[in-house]
């Protein structure tokens, strides 16, 4: 119930359910109005205020996730990035993850376009600067042995396609004593997203041809 003006207003919101009220039906709702009637100008200013105080309520109850603090990386994957040398590729990819505001959860798509040189085998995302191979820290897809310790990722489509999933902290992998210090590497889940925001981590696609990597990207906003 919302009183402005001495004018008591009763709110009820359906979200996602039947038809959105016209502007006109919640003043009428708003007066109380019957059939052929009409109003003074003082009648009109205060259901116009109601009428405010209604759209302000629906703006601060009725759009959960308004305040979502989730952030996006993106990265290009090409065959120039990949270390210590440049791979030769008409293949291409993207990888756009989305990390959830409390840092717990990264949604991820995985797109990647052929021709590549032979069957992908593994992608993942890896933690270290532009031009540095550095740790594998969490898969997106494997057509090999799984990974120890972490639950089972997808398959990759081995001539290119597009997947996409999410990663928590089961899916870690975690790095060497050496390559956390080295900057290379993560020692938690939270320390591989803090490595993924500040750009200090890249997606490498991998193939039967070019095991170390084909396509990679860095990850950056």
């Known amino acids: 119930m919302i009183t402005t003006a001495g004018l008591e207003t009763a709110i009820f919101t359906h979200l996602g359910k039947g038809r959105a009220m016209h502007p006109r039906d919640i003043l009428a709702m ?8 009409r109003h003074g100008p003082r009648t009109v200013i205060l259901s116009l205020l109601a009428l405010g105080a209604i759209a302000g309520a629906l703006i601060v109850f009725g759009c959960p996730g308004s305040n979502d603090d989730s952030v996006i ?17 008409a293949a291409t990819g993207t990888i756009t993850l989305t990390i959830s505001s409390d840092r ?50 997808q398959a990759c489509p ?36 803090a490595n993924i925001l500040r750009g200090n981590a890249y997606a490498n696609v991998h193939t039967v041809t070019n095991p170390g990597g084909e396509i990679r990207g860095q990850l950056t906003p």
Not at 79 to 89: A, C, D, L, N, R
Request: hydrophobic fraction near 40%; aromatic fraction near 6%; glycine fraction near 10%.
């Open 30 to 37: 708003a007066r109380g109005d019957r059939p052929g009637q």
């Open 73 to 89: 990386r993106r990265a290009n994957l090409v065959g120039s990035q990949e270390t210590p040398q440049p791979v030769t590729t």
């Open 104 to 153: 717990t959860r990264i949604d991820y798509q995985l797109v990647t376009a052929p021709p590549f040189t032979s069957n992908v085998i593994l992608a993942h995302i890896h933690i270290g600067p532009a031009g540095v191979t550095g740790s594998v820290v969490l898969f997106f897809c494997t057509n090999q042995a799984p990974p120890a310790g972490v639950p089972r990722p």
């Open 158 to 193: 081995t001539a290119g396609g597009t997947i996409a999933g999410f990663l928590t902290a089961d899916d870690f992998i975690p790095s060497a004593a050496s390559a956390v210090a080295a900057g290379t590497g993560a020692s938690t889940f939270a320390d591989a997203v």
